[in-house]
């Protein structure tokens, strides 16, 4: 119960700040609320969203699904957090008035081959810098005693591999559309790159493994980079479908097949 009751008083804390500070310096100044009702429920709203998402990635990180479970899970169900912030952002949308989509989610397309040049290089450059950093750490990190060897991946991991083309691809598409909207179109544009980085890294702390959120801490660094350069999300959801098909298509299954792991 401990790890719940500190998950759940840290979102409290930043939800307080979150509340205090719209209040007293306008965190929130992008968003137009129609009322003062309005601006309340929305507040109440992100508050139910992040204590969901608090028992959730704690419950998820303190009794990992195992390799069993996922194979016999609905496939749906793993984007049960992605259905979770759409529906969460349709009610901030619909709270502030229903702004323009464009506006709201960043959204710029004036220059497609520029925009998809930026993504593709952001996403490919940000794949090197993230295995090159989580190299580095882990050499210190072994060299100091303070990590083991690597042990068993997790089974997600494991899971995810061994999954058909398409629904690797499915998993793709809704990460790199789902998360940036939330995390860089929302979060960052409204509490900024530092806290939205941390937050989108806390997220995936079902994961379990150090090195691996490193990796995301740093990847989203990058790719939180390209949003507040550009004022754009798309370049920055290539940047993460780019990352996350060369993790899923190309790394991760030549990985299992030099280890000699099977699903």
């Known amino acids: 119960m401990i790890p719940f ?29 129609p009322n003062p009702a309005a601006k309340y429920i ?15 990635i704690t419950g998820s990180a303190l009794a990992p699904p195992t390799l069993k479970q996922l194979k016999g899970a609905p496939f749906y169900s793993l984007f049960t957090l992605h259905f979770i912030l759409l529906a969460f ?7 502030t008035g229903r702004p323009n989509l464009r506006e709201f989610f960043n959204i710029r397309h004036e220059k497609p081959v520029e925009v998809a040049a930026i993504g593709l ?16 750490v ?20 494991i899971w995810m591999a061994a999954l058909p083309l398409w629904k690797k691809a499915v998993i793709v598409f809704t990460a790199m559309t789902v998360e940036e909207l939330f995390f860089r179109s929302f979060l960052q544009k409204r509490i ?18 150090p090195l691996l959120l490193i990796g995301v801490f740093v990847i989203s660094t990058i790719i939180g980079l390209a949003f507040y350069r550009t004022k754009n999300v798309l370049p920055g959801v290539i940047a993460h479908g780019v990352f996350d098909a060369i993790q899923l298509f190309v790394l991760v299954p030549i990985a299992f097949k030099l280890m ?3 699903a």
Request: with cysteine; glycine share 10%; aromatic share 10%.
């Open 5 to 33: 009751a500190v998950s759940v008083a840290f979102v409290v804390i930043v939800w307080l700040a979150i509340v205090i500070l719209n209040e007293t310096t306008g965190l929130l100044s992008c968003d137009r609320f």
């Open 42 to 56: 929305a507040y109440l709203l992100l508050g139910v969203l992040m204590l969901m998402l608090a028992v959730m």
């Open 89 to 95: 952002l349709l009610g901030w949308w619909l709270l």
């Open 121 to 136: 290089s952001v996403g490919v450059a940000g794949w090197i810098i993230t295995i090159l950093f989580a190299l580095i």
């Open 138 to 157: 882990s050499l210190i990190l072994r060299a100091t005693g303070v990590l083991d060897e690597p042990g068993e991946p997790p089974a997600a991991i």
């Open 192 to 209: 900024g790159l530092i806290a939205s980085t941390v937050l989108f890294a806390l997220a995936h702390f079902s994961y379990g493994n």
């Open 260 to 262: 000699g792991a099977g």
